[in-house]
């Protein structure tokens, strides 16, 4: 009998778990509902300006792309390369969980357009010289691609599954190259344009994906309590771990080039990053409270679930701060030539201080409400059905 | 003794070697998408001008007589109607700014804004204040900033719905019924040249002051604030509602193509009190904007980016 039917005992199927995470996804849903009305029937676009015209909603939707895109890719590095049989069954969970976060994302950015009803045009009217186009693209057809897949794991085609996973991983390791290309080709903000950019983006990806994943094992896996599912737990930290090192190595590597290059408008981006007035965004969410703490607990705590669990929600909650430290930095310095642009013609939307504002900030969580609210009406009505199946299947099996 | 039949081990269903065929995959989309990124890239122009037509025959000021001394905005508009009478493709239109004689007035800046009549927070041609030096040797360097019109434009390439596009005369535009306002052509554009309209008006909310009801705030906006603005040759009334366009669209300098089509100077050349502007045709070699370019020392700004930008600074 192997470890995997051994100790199948499906817990998370409470109806409490489903009536509260309802009830919060339909209480940020409210709060935000205002922000997106204002948005979409009043024309107010938050903070945004001219010369910082993305912010929050974009890096909100790299996130979730990074999340959704993360959460698969890792799923079957893990699985099929480095063989962790623990985390078998998690399959269906992280695709309606990906979903959750492929909506929510495309529900963010749609905020975000100048004319969110002409984005048809995109599909009609399409140039695939824009990194944009490509990026449309390819998001759509993921989104079809995970909905098919969810369905065939429902319905237990093995076979398309199969067949999915060989369309799905280079889809997303090119969505998500697409989505840093999309930045790194901007020449004229020296900050972006880097090569290494769209490898930098497929990393964060993994490190994100790879949280997700431990939080969705601890959370929902069928094993729950079982010895396979901690030594599982504690085989997706470190691995996590690792993912998170080579991040961090990165990133340094980044700093200390950009330090020591000077070019002004990479320095000066750096500087206003580090040490503008928006520092402790840096120093203590991003590295203090979501590196260097989860990386802490990974280490010393490995053997504990609960540090495990507290590693990853803290990692996968501020990770936010890396796509926005990457793309408002990349727009808020402005080219030393045209260095006093901002004061040549006054206005609150041509200026080089951008944060987010209230209307930015609820549409975001009406957003994140969609997601929860889904995934909570998703795993009420199809996957609780499809573990409980799994469990007694399995029951049968050690009967 | 019969062995029951053990049934054959199940297959991984995505093993490492189907993991490599998938980078392989990924390796030959990639190479197949670069090719066509490439290929779109490298097409330049797009070949169609804008408009049902382009006016092509226009007075040549027949009647001026050519004085030594005569205004500059003379010979300017006298080369203007000679380069719209050639076809479209043929004209390289140009903008020199002698920033030696711009005194910093704004008045070229102002008069876009009441041209294209510019909603609050939409800027074409900010003048660039930058002092150089420490007190008391110190001098202000004056940098108007009107789109570039680059003949490599690197806002054009990364629109995703083809709204943004260059003319055969190198003129870059923007068609406003198609622009979706993702504002990726302003992240792109070195020069801030792009601005987004957020919808904004001057009068909204603002006392009216008139009469026995000095606190009534106007209601919406002032009628004259709904009047159409001509830009690209079609009329825009600021009417419609928050997504009406222009409103969420990018928005740039056009050189005032609506006027060059009925023979008028771009504003900021005729409004420039230091005759610091000038316009016209870079292919016809009499012209005075090719006479300047040749004959004096010209920059232009951020050269090392490749933009090839089509407004010179005499410095
Ligand atoms: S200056 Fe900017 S907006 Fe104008 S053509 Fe060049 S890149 Fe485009
Ligand atoms: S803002 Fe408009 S013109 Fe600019 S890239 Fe987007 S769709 Fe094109």
Redesign the pocket.
Known sequence: MSGITENFSYRFNRRADFIISLIVGLLAIAAGAGGVWKVVFAGDHGALGSYVPWGLWVSVYVYLVWMEVGMILGYYALKHVLKVKGIDKLGPVIVMAAICCLLSALMIIGMDL??PF?AW?AFVFADFG?M?TWMIWMHSFYLILLIVEFWAYHNDYEELIKWINWVNIPAGVALIGVIGSLFGVIAARPYWNASMLPMAFTVSSLIAGTGLILLLHLLFSPQSGSEVYKQTARELGRFLMWALLVGLVGALANLLITTYQNVPAKAEAMRLLLFGPYWWSVWIVHILIGTLTPLALLIWGRHSLRALGAAAVLLVSTFIMVPLNIIIPGLAYPSPDLANIAHAFKHERLSFDYFPDMTEWRVVLFGLGVALTTFAIGYHFWLDSYYRRLAREAGAALS | MNEPEQPAPKKPSFDRRNFLRAGTLVGAAAIIGGTAIMRRRRAGLTPDPIGEETIRELPGLPDVPIADDEDVLVRMQRELAIAMAKPVEERRWIMVIDTRKCVGCDACTIGCVAENKLPPGVVYRPVVKEEIGAFPNIQIKFTPRPCMQCENPP?VP???????WRRPDGITI??YD?????????T?CPYMA?T?DFGYSYTAGVAEGAGDAPDRAVEGTAPWEKLPNYEYAKAWARTGGKKASPKG??RKCHFCLHRLEVGQLPMCATTCIGRATYFGDANDPDSLVTELITKNRVQTLLPHLGTQPRVYYIV
């Open positions: 100048g004319h002409r045009r824009s944009m | 806002c990364v629109c995703p719905v083809n709204a943004t923007v068609d198609k622009c979706i306002g993702c504002r990726y052509c302003i792109a792009r987004s669209n990018a």
